[in-house]
DNA sequence: TTTTTTAATGAACGAACATTCATTTATATT
DNA sequence: AATATAAATGAATGTTCGTTCATTAAAAAA
């Protein structure tokens, strides 16, 4: 018996991120991801059934890891304003400090495969999210309303602001940086909107 | 002489937006858009220069009705509330009665391709929006705040509403409905935050 | 040490890819 | 009606795609 190299597997991860985010989608094949790895392209299929298989594993990979920096410090029964504010600042900074990632997230996001990933990902988190958002509202921290108002209203401005920011530094000129001062005012913002 | 058949260059545009929106850019191949458009491969080539010149021909094309759509009954000259309110009704309603070009816009936006587009486009709107921000802020029917901030406040969460509506079209269970109440709803927080 | 099991591979598969080209078709101009 | 011009095409180009397979390498179990 042979046990399975973990770090391959991992190598092969990694450039699916890196591809993806570089090239997208379409620059995304086989070939060219079993060379970045450093393994033979047979050698992907031992780890996952597919590409689109492939895909799918590393997006649940990417998300959980991102709802785990998402709830660093966070305790559900924080006041809402409070506990509002370290899921955002813990999102935004793992957003900024792994714009691959996002961009990976997001670009599966909006492809059609994100059907298939949302139908086996994340009810568990989303379930802890909108315990915490009835709480708020039942306690009169948070104005009423519905959950997908809530989210859109609170994390959605976040999301842009890193994207302007991932932009700005690729493109030289009137380059956005998104410092901790303006994520600051921004969420300051999210919280009037918000709150009663 | 013959002439070119505008028809048929519509139909390729339209499908390609359809094909990208159901099936993405990796799905999107040149043969079977030919057959969806009823034309032969080869004719895509009199009308376009290359698969990548197509992507970003369409992409403008329909950037530009959208913004055309956003400014329909909008003056710059308006109070500030008023302004953003038309621009963010016409610009919701524009997306929810567009999915199909609304998905093919933002998986442009999320792949490689964006910067390409970027850089050819939209300045002209931006600027004027620029202006009807700067311009409240100076009246102070509008808090200071840099553009990026203001624009990730006031259109991301509308978005991201559409998007959560876009998806609850297709996946039965838990659907979210968009209403204009909903819209309302949205709009007037939005507001709240972003004036003094 | 030998056997057994599975990881790992490079080469090969047919299919599908973007693009081109020789030819035909349509139509504006003469 | 004849000519000229460019649109339109189906077939063909060579390439690259996702995936498989016969074979080899490694290491756990015997």
Redesign the pocket.
């Known amino acids: ?5 973990d770090q ?2 991992q190598a092969i991860r990694e450039k699916v991120i890196e591809l993806t985010a570089q090239e997208g989608f379409d620059g ?5 991801l ?1 060379r970045a790895a ?10 996952f059934k ?3 298989d492939m895909l799918l594993q590393v997006f649940t990979e990417v998300s959980d890891q991102m709802y785990k920096a998402t709830i660093e410090s966070f305790d559900p029964d924080m006041p809402f304003a409070e506990g509002l504010r370290v899921q955002w600042i813990n999102r935004a900074h793992y957003f900024i400090n792994h714009p691959m990632e996002m961009q990976f997230l997001e670009q599966m996001r909006h492809s059609p495969l994100n059907e298939k990933a949302m139908a086996q990902n994340a009810s568990m988190f989303k379930e802890s999210m909108q315990k915490f958002v009835h709480q708020a509202i039942d306690r009169k921290e948070l104005i009423q309303l519905p959950f997908e108002v809530y989210w859109s209203i609170a994390f959605a401005p976040m999301y842009q602001l890193v994207k302007y920011h991932a932009q700005g530094n690729s493109s030289a000129s009137e380059r956005f940086e998104l410092t901790e001062n303006i994520l600051e005012q921004a969420l300051r913002l999210v919280i009037k909107a918000l709150t009663p």
Chains 1, 2 share one sequence.
Request: charged share 35%.
């Open positions: 018996m042979r046990n399975r190299d391959k597997e995304l094949s086989m070939h060219k079993a450093g393994v033979s392209p047979a050698t992907i299929y031992i780890y597919d590409r689109e």
